[in-house]
């Protein structure tokens, strides 16, 4: 079993539909980031949370960190959201900031 | 800042010969890593510095793959004798250490294609 799981694997939604991936991790951690990847390779931080509650523009991640889930929801989806979404996390025994990843969430939005 | 900088963006080999990929990492980080990641696939760790030290090898970096940071700026991964199972996509990404946790910034990435 990976550390670091995500679901789904894809998703396809409506534009202006609100969208939640979902990503749940077995071991003690430090922080939890949820990364964006467009197609080419680049990867964008979007979050880095150890607790609660984030909130950037459309996008909302949340951590629940007794029952080791954090969930990335996507408010009024558009287009240009269309990428790929990972979950990470930061092992409180890891050196360093080395991260375990989640094998993505391939996120569609059709106009 | 120009941000984490990879070089080259595409490399096409033959199986069996001798790749090197750069990464310049943003000046005032002081951690360097390096992922790999395949279709369909998150990244997985490779190895990561601070500043000159290598500090930890995943057992993915098999005795063909060799990373360095000579300077503690930039790092080159280098591949010998490539396989076709070395394609994939090699990231870089810095941070900086410090009493808060420093995110991650990638580069763009390297893609290896080994014919």
């Known amino acids: 079993k990976n550390e670091v799981e995500q679901s789904p694997q894809n998703l396809t939604a409506q534009e202006g539909e609100f969208i939640t991936i979902n990503c749940s991790y077995s071991?003690?951690?430090?922080?939890l980031h949820w990364l964006q990847q467009h197609p080419g390779g680049g990867i964008v931080s979007l979050f880095m949370?150890?607790?609660g509650k984030k909130k950037h523009g459309r996008l909302i991640a949340t951590i629940n960190i007794q029952e080791k889930h954090s969930s990335l929801h996507i408010t009024a989806s558009h287009p240009r959201d269309s990428a790929v979404y990972i979950c990470a996390v930061r092992s409180n025994k890891a050196a360093g900031n080395k991260l375990t990843f989640g094998g993505g969430t391939r996120v569609l939005v059709k106009p | 800042d120009t941000g984490v900088s990879q070089n080259p963006r595409h490399k096409i080999t033959k199986r069996g010969q001798n790749v090197t990929f750069r990464c310049d990492p943003i000046?005032?980080?002081?951690?360097l890593y390096w992922y790999r990641q395949t279709l369909g696939q998150g990244p997985e760790f490779l190895t990561y510095f601070q500043n000159e030290a290598q500090l930890e090898k995943s057992r993915l970096l098999s005795d063909r793959f060799s990373a360095e940071r000579p300077k503690g700026s930039f790092s080159t991964l280098e591949i010998q004798r490539t396989e076709q199972g070395d394609s994939a996509m090699y990231l870089c990404?810095?941070?900086?250490?410090?009493?808060?946790?420093?995110?991650?910034?990638f580069g763009n990435g390297t893609r290896l294609t080994v014919t």
């Open positions: 990404a810095s941070s900086r250490t410090g009493e808060a946790e420093s995110p991650l910034h």
């Open positions: 071991v003690g951690i430090s922080a």
């Open positions: 000046s005032e980080h002081n951690r």
């Open positions: 949370l150890s607790s």
